[in-house]
Nanobody
Framework: DVQLVESGGGSVQAGGSLRLSCTIS????????MTWFRQTPEKEREGVAA????????YYADSVKGRFTISRGDTGNTLYLQMNSLKPEDTAMYYC????????????????????WGQGTQVTVS
């Protein structure tokens, strides 16, 4: 069974930084591609950033380009999202998602592309 656990959320002032982490618990974690999404009560779930397993290619939502950086830990079972220059509009529940199919520019942001989801970690920017 695949489980994803996010951490690192919190409250921060505009302009501040947070680093989110997501750990995947699976013996076959190297087979999974992992992506960050976010959602507010007013909006549908939105793709934030995705990366290939080796980190060679990454995708970002236009709204976070230049401010957020996605990376995967050396062991491969942890996904990070470094968020800098945070804005109030970044306030959301952030979710980690994983799936066996490599993300592409056409589908990395589509929630149905992923099989497994974490419980989310709240980020609040004021």
């Amino acid at each position: 069974d695949v489980q994803l656990v996010e951490s690192g959320g919190g409250s921060v002032q505009a302009g501040g930084s947070l680093r989110l982490s997501c750990t995947i618990s699976s013996f076959t974690y190297r087979n999974y591609y992992m992506t960050w999404f976010r959602q507010t009560p007013e909006k549908e779930r939105e793709g934030v950033a995705a990366t290939t397993i080796g980190g060679g290619r990454s995708y970002y939502a236009d709204s976070v380009k230049g401010r957020f950086t996605i990376s995967r830990g050396d062991t491969g079972n942890t996904l990070y999202l470094q968020m800098n220059s945070l804005k109030p509009e970044d306030t959301a529940m952030y979710y980690c998602a994983a799936g066996p199919n490599p993300p592409s520019s056409d589908d990395w942001y589509i929630p149905q592309h992923y099989n497994y989801w974490g419980q989310g970690t709240q980020v609040t920017v004021s």
